[in-house]
């Protein structure tokens, strides 16, 4: 679909989704189409099942929702004009008259650094009518970037919730606090759930952008603490000004300390706009973040880190030192905060190489493989890195060096004898990465390869055991 086709969202969509962390949008298929498409999916459901991750081949109505020029503006805006969809997708079902837990989705697991920067989303898509009483998505406006729940009880006050008509959808930062909702009617409840993935920075605005300067939207949830620096700073990132806030504020050291205590503050907010603070003051913030990184307490270490992401330069020589440390989540913490730092860290990249390549310990190196792809300079090094990684005994590190190769392009290719051997591997998200990463890195090496895999495992989604041959 070509970007004339698209509908971009607004600057004040985008203000919106970068406080409350979440759009409800609409898409205009006919009546038909949606309860075409729900016969699809009960049929589906009831004769064999869910499908999982082959929900988009089972149900090929379903493409037409992602091809769909509001669904693809939206992503567009929040990821770039070449997103990816995740290999991951899942059709949930809800008949439930109890609301769901709380949560935050995995990536492989929960010991991931979540990024603060779009560079996931989710689209949860109904294909039928939703009202309330059918139990829709609920979400936690302004939760996206909390590690923890920052609300007590389970029917909190402010709880948004994705209900309309048929084709209503939820555009999430991937990273929100959100629950099922109760279904007090009994009745199928479908909600689609797919995954995206940014694989380029920003270099511009990719939405309607027609006021550049950030100002926050005209109205938000009372629910929403307020986080100034940080939506600035992700506005900013968001349309290709790295390292904006960096140094835009003068502190002594004196004065970067009594705000680095806040980073202890058993208030989740309180203690990342202490950090968002710190990473705009300079050589004195980030002395003060570093030491944080140090600390006992892997919360206040966390926290530090981002603000260490966003310090620019200035923080890149106290992130490779700690590099060297004893304590895992140290070392995580700072391999993070190097990749957000992007090509501003490059001189980090052969010590990084060294972990991933040395590393016994997992999660480090699961870290690595992330942050060198957001680095991506020099590409060959990378590039050669992430290779290896695909032949990396732990299969998280396997499937995410393959998801990272698909930011290199044609840089790449000199990836793809490992990848093809990858197409071959025991997990199902590394074979789907190495062949998304195929696609993305595009020369003809590559196609040859791709179009040999997808011809050999092609599927037909009208076979099925009720209908094996014919018509």
């Known amino acids: 679909m070509t970007s004339q086709n698209k509908v971009l969202l607004t600057d004040e969509q985008m203000r919106t989704f970068i406080t409350e962390g979440f759009l409800i949008l609409q898409t205009d298929f006919s009546e038909e189409f949606h309860r075409s498409l729900s016969e699809q999916l009960n049929r589906v459901y009831q004769e064999e099942g869910n499908p999982g991750n082959n929900l988009l081949p089972r149900v090929r109505d379903l493409q037409k929702v992602f091809d769909h020029p509001i669904v693809t503006g939206a992503l567009t805006s929040v990821l770039g004009p070449n997103y990816m969809m995740h290999t991951h997708r899942h059709g949930h079902f809800n008949a439930s008259p109890k609301a769901g837990g709380w949560h935050k989705d995995s990536y492989w697991g929960y010991k991931r650094m979540r990024n603060h920067h779009p560079w996931w989303a989710m689209v949860m ?27 007590e009880s389970d029917d909190v006050e402010g709880e948004a919730v994705a209900s309309g008509k048929a084709g209503t959808f939820a555009l999430i930062h991937y ?26 920075a920003p270099a511009a605005p990719s939405w309607d952008c027609i006021e550049p300067e950030w100002k926050q939207p005209a109205s938000f949830s009372t629910s929403i603490v307020e986080h100034e620096t940080m939506w600035k700073e992700t506005w900013n990132w968001l349309s290709g ?16 300390n009594a705000v680095a205590g806040q980073l202890e503050d058993a208030f989740e907010p309180t203690a990342l ?49 700690a590099l060297g440390d004893q304590r895992t989540e140290t070392v995580v913490h700072a391999v993070f905060a190097l990749g957000e730092l992007s090509h501003l860290a490059q001189s980090a990249v052969p010590k990084l190489v060294a972990l991933l390549n040395g590393s016994t310990d997992v999660v480090i190196r699961q870290a690595v493989v992330d942050a060198l792809s957001l680095i991506k300079k020099p590409a060959a090094q990378v590039v050669e890195a992430l290779t290896a990684g695909l032949k990396d005994e732990d299969v998280q590190v396997r499937f995410m060096a393959a998801l990272s190769l698909t930011r290199f392009g044609a840089e790449a290719d000199s990836a793809v004898p490992a990848l093809e051997i990858a197409l071959e591997d025991e997990n199902r998200y590394v074979r789907g990465h190495a062949a998304e990463a195929l696609h993305y890195i595009g020369t003809s090496s590559a196609k040859d390869v791709l179009i040999r895999f997808l011809l050999n495992s092609r599927w037909c989604p009208t076979t099925t055991p009720q209908n094996t041959f014919y018509p």
Do not use: C
Request: no cysteine; charged share 20%.
């Open 125 to 151: 898509y109904f294909p039928q009518d939703t009202p309330v009483e059918l139990g829709p998505t609920g979400v936690m406006p302004g939760t996206q970037n909390y590690d923890t729940r920052t609300f």
């Open 175 to 200: 990273d929100i606090w959100h629950r099922s909702t109760p279904n007090i009617l009994g009745q199928p409840r479908f909600m689609l759930k797919f995954e995206f993935m940014r694989t380029e």
């Open 241 to 256: 000004r790295l390292g904006s806030v960096a140094n835009t504020a003068e502190a002594d050291e004196a004065q970067a």
């Open 273 to 321: 706009n202490a950090a968002y603070e710190l990473g705009t003051m300079g050589k004195a913030g980030v002395q003060a973040l570093v030491k944080a990184l140090h600390h006992e307490n892997v919360k206040v270490s966390r926290k530090a880190a981002y603000g260490l992401s966003i310090a620019g330069a200035e923080a890149v020589a106290g992130l490779e030192q």
